[in-house]
């Protein structure tokens, strides 16, 4: 999906101050590559929503009234049972006048939550500024953040992404700068908003994998009624014992594959350029270099680069975290170009293509 008429005004994370160490951990044996996990001891994921677009609208001088459609996506429990985060972020901020839509997609909530936010900026002209959010906290008793999957393990975090076509972007008169990723705020752009163009969306699924996260487990009438935490190690495993870990494997591989050759025909770059880096989901080192590194350089060219690694996978947010990230460790020189991956059950995987703006 072509969408270089989008613009991202501004990018802040929200990470909680404290981290977790995987000594200890079960997870430790199988060395997943993380050197910590950020833990929320206080704030609920919708409150951390909120945190992180508080400072993403200070960033770029926008007000949560001005808000056009606000995206919340998420992978896991927000605190309620029965009831709607996307409307309480919205109300937190202001944004009134704006349309609170869910989004539910797993761990690729946040890449999903932002090509739909493309989708509305580029066919409805009434849809001027578009607030973009994730938010998950995996705390017990329901979630074992180190021991509740293969593959992952799991931070505490929020994101936060501002989104506006290029024709408006220079409206906005917020200040350049940022404070570091987990302390009150991650990266901002600039208040022109047009120093990170957003040029291409790409998805691709495999909704024949579903069963991973499903295994042999019957439909349940309420929540967690067949294990009290959620154990996703133990359908994956049922799922692979059904259908051999071959077809997983090898659906990953070409699908990751396909994704990055959409990216880059979507994309357009220029004749005999490459993205100056892509950015990896923070999955466990074992995928990483065993799947996406190895795509990743083949494919494209261009570095890897790993956010995660004092982290954790932070749910729905790893693309729009990785966009904070990027800006604030200002990778990108003026007209580069960086592709952000994401991944999420179901399966289905995600790149969002941004090029700096170039002066």
């Not at 044996?29 to 945190?51: F, I, N, Q, W």
């Not at 002209?125 to 953040?145: K, Q």
């Not at 290029?166 to 906005?172: E, F, K, R, Y």
């Not at 494919?299 to 947010?317: K, M, Q, S, Y």
Request: proline share 6%.
């Amino acid at each position: 999906m072509r969408t270089d008429a989008v613009v991202i005004s501004a990018a802040a994370a929200w990470l909680p101050p404290r981290s977790e160490a995987p000594a200890g951990s079960d997870a430790s044996a199988d060395d997943p590559g993380y050197t910590s996990l950020t833990v929320s001891d206080g704030p609920s994921a919708p409150e951390m929503a909120v945190l992180a677009a508080s400072t993403a609208l200070e960033r770029a001088g926008w007000d949560g009234a001005e808000l056009d459609l606000v995206l919340h996506a998420w992978s896991y429990y927000q605190g309620h049972d029965f009831w709607s985060p996307a409307h309480y972020i919205a109300d937190q901020l202001g944004a009134h006048a704006a349309q609170p839509i869910g989004i539910q997609q797993m761990c690729n909530g946040g890449a999903a939550a932002l090509q739909t936010a493309a989708t509305h900026l580029l066919a409805d002209p009434s849809t001027a500024r578009v607030l973009v959010t994730t938010a998950d906290r995996f705390c017990p008793p329901g979630f074992d953040r180190w021991n509740s999957d293969l593959g992952v393990a799991y931070g505490d975090g929020a994101s936060a992404v501002l989104v506006s076509r290029a024709d408006l972007a220079g409206t906005a008169t917020g200040t350049t700068g940022g404070a570091a990723l987990g302390d009150t705020g991650g990266a901002a752009l600039g208040g022109s908003g047009a120093q990170l163009r957003l040029i291409s969306m790409s998805s691709v699924s495999a909704p024949s994998l579903e069963g991973m996260h499903r295994g042999n487990d019957t439909f349940s009438p309420a929540a967690r009624m067949n294990v009290p935490t959620v154990d996703a190690r133990r359908t994956k495993r049922a799922y692979l014992r059904r259908h051999g870990s071959s077809g997983y494997r090898a659906a990953e591989r070409e699908r990751v594959e396909t994704l990055l050759r959409l990216a880059l025909a979507e994309a357009e770059l220029p004749r005999g350029t490459r993205p100056r880096c892509v950015v990896l989901p923070r999955v466990h080192r074992a995928p990483l270099e065993s799947v996406f590194v190895p795509i990743v350089v083949d494919v494209t060219g261009a570095e890897p680069i790993d956010f995660g690694r004092e982290t954790g996978h932070l749910g729905a947010g790893d693309l729009t975290a990785g966009i904070a990230d990027l800006l604030e460790s200002k990778i990108l020189a003026p007209g580069e170009t960086a592709l952000v991956l994401s991944t999420g059950a179901g399966f289905t995987w995600s790149c969002a293509a941004l090029t700096a703006h170039a002066a």
